[in-house]
């Protein structure tokens, strides 16, 4: 999974640093009150993604390297689904022969009556 974790910023008073995940988004991280902690987590966040995926973890040491990074994936990761080539799937009103007329497609309802 690719992620790009962010600066260690001050949030309220208290020092927070955030992840980006194409899967999950931005989250926003724990806010620690020593930078101490908050440096040991985001080592320890940056070390757990590197292992299971080596090369796919981008930790940014700047705001504006942080926001570039996260709009270029979005945009990335966005023109790739919409490039998907995606077909409806078809109703089971088209599917199944019915001795009536086609009821509306519904996972709850059964497009045929019974005899």
């Known amino acids: 999974m690719h992620a790009v974790v962010g600066p260690i910023l001050i949030k309220e008073g208290s020092y ?10 931005l989250n926003r991280g724990y806010a620690y009150r020593r930078i101490e902690d908050a440096h040991y987590a985001r080592n320890v966040e940056i070390r757990s993604r590197s292992r299971r995926r080596p090369g796919f973890t981008l930790a ?19 023109a790739l689904v919409a490039n998907l080539d995606t077909k409806p799937i078809p ?25």
Not at 16 to 25: M, S
Not at 61 to 77: K, P
Not at 91 to 115: G, I, Q, R, V, Y
């Open 60 to 78: 940014c040491s700047t705001l504006d390297e942080f926001t570039l990074a996260v709009a270029e994936r979005e945009a990335t990761f966005r």
């Open 16 to 25: 927070a640093f955030d992840l980006w995940t194409p899967e999950e988004g």
């Open 91 to 115: 109703c089971s009103a088209d599917l199944l022969p019915c001795k009536t007329e086609k009821a509306p497609c519904s996972a709850d309802l059964n497009p045929c009556s019974p005899d």
